[in-house]
């Protein structure tokens, strides 16, 4: 980055910082990972100049000869790797991508069953504060005790309210989801199927767990989670609803699509639908496992039963005596980075949760296995004990440090 260290310092340092912050860090959020610094030279690329408003074929700008390549290699590699009958590569992200949904299916008024929010349903999925919620009308499905949804109440609500769409998908929910239950009860009602795979979506392009793409009339998705690509979203759908969802992501919601996204993207892809990316999905999932299993002989208590992705969600103040708020903290002082969080129904207020959400793509993406994972947890139950123990804090640092630099990320950026 010669051009920007000379031009302007103060960005180049925070970028600088920013790195050495990803190199040396545990990163345990589960909804982040290291893109490949190809992905990253795509995103940095030209194409951030480019006007192409449209799809390849009709744009409303000349000069498309070279977007279009990117924009339709994208858009056959993710139905390559997703098996979609369609899909519109173009939401900037996944918040836009379920708006954009929302705005090509529903009229104002119109029903959602969605997840609850405690239970590990998205924002976007019928949070107060959002816009959706403010013209769509959201009801909510929970778990059960055995931490798996509980379909028998799904579908009763779904025959009651008769809901316009019913819609599956998570941000911090550990189980398979049942594809054909939700698709079935949602043709008995004459509901619209979808689901928002924005944090499984590489472990299903890994074929790590099943595709749910071929049972739901709509799938939405980020780009940056488990799939490891730029920030951005996608919106894979049925023939017979591809004109609307087109016409809704543009002109009804976007302007001109980000290209030098699009084309980080098609990098992205084409990254998954390698052999090794199938390995990397298996070792997600095998490392969230080991964290599950030793987390558990911590005395941590493990929510919705166990896991089968790619993150545990635990009660820390059950089990440790400690809100989630102050676990964070302390595990920020030793470098490790996770994020507070709500259980089902958690009877702590959501700026101070009873939870702690840890994910395992990131470290994966650097390496690491089983081994550092049964010391990642250690680390974990160490610095919670330990909160109050500056030295022992310090001293817990060091060793992530440690760790970090035997797994290098970015060693040719500067
Ligand atoms: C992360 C996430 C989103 C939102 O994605 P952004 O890119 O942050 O807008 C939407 N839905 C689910 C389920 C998510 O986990």
Request: hydrophobic share 35%; net charge positive.
């Amino acid at each position: 980055m010669k051009n920007l260290k000379k031009q302007d310092r103060k960005i180049y340092n925070a970028i600088q910082g920013e790195l050495k912050r990803q190199q040396e860090g545990m990163e345990l959020i589960a909804s982040e990972n290291y893109v490949s610094e190809a992905v990253l030279e795509a995103l940095g690329s030209i194409f951030t100049n480019k006007y192409s408003e449209g799809y390849p074929g009709r744009r409303y700008y000349g000069g498309q000869e070279y977007t279009d390549v990117i924009e339709s290699l994208a858009i056959s590699r993710a139905k390559k790797l997703f098996r979609a009958d369609h899909i519109n590569v173009q939401p900037h992200s996944g918040a836009p991508a379920n708006m954009i949904v929302y705005s090509a299916l529903l009229e104002p008024g119109d029903k959602v069953l969605g997840m609850d929010l405690s239970h590990g349903g998205h924002l976007t999925h019928g949070h107060p504060v959002t816009l959706p919620a403010k013209i769509y009308k959201f009801i909510r499905y929970k778990t059960g005790r055995d931490g798996k949804i509980d379909y028998k109440e799904l579908e009763k609500v779904a025959k009651k309210i008769k809901p316009k769409i019913i819609l599956a998908g998570f941000s911090s929910y550990t189980r398979q989801l049942d594809y054909k239950k939700f698709s079935s009860i949602a043709k008995k009602v004459g509901a619209i199927s979808m689901i928002d795979i924005a944090h499984i979506a590489g472990l299903i392009a890994g074929r790590a767990i099943s595709n749910p793409v071929p049972y739901f009339d709509i799938v939405t998705t980020t780009t940056h989670k488990t799939l490891r690509g730029p920030r951005g979203g996608m919106i894979m759908c049925r023939k017979k609803f591809a004109k609307a969802i087109d016409k809704s992501v543009f002109p009804g919601f976007q302007g001109g699509p980000h290209m030098n996204n699009i084309a980080a993207k098609a990098v992205m892809l084409e990254e998954a639908l390698e052999p090794s990316f199938k390995k990397y999905a298996r070792q997600i999932i095998k490392n969230a496992k080991v964290l599950e299993k030793e987390l558990r002989k911590y005395g941590f208590k493990i929510m919705f039963g166990k896991t089968e992705n790619h993150m545990v969600l635990v009660d820390v103040f059950s089990s440790k005596e400690v809100a989630g708020k102050e676990a964070e903290v302390a595990l920020d002082k030793v470098g490790i980075t996770v994020n507070k969080n709500v259980i089902p129904d958690d009877p702590r207020s959501p700026m101070d949760p009873s939870g702690l959400r840890i994910g395992v793509p990131a470290v994966t993406t650097r390496g690491m296995k089983e081994k550092e994972i049964k010391k990642i947890a250690e680390w974990i139950n160490d610095a919670i004990e330990n909160r109050k123990n500056n030295k022992k804090l310090n001293q817990i640092h060091k060793e992530v440090i440690k760790l970090c630099k035997k797994f290098p990320i970015y060693k040719n950026l500067k």
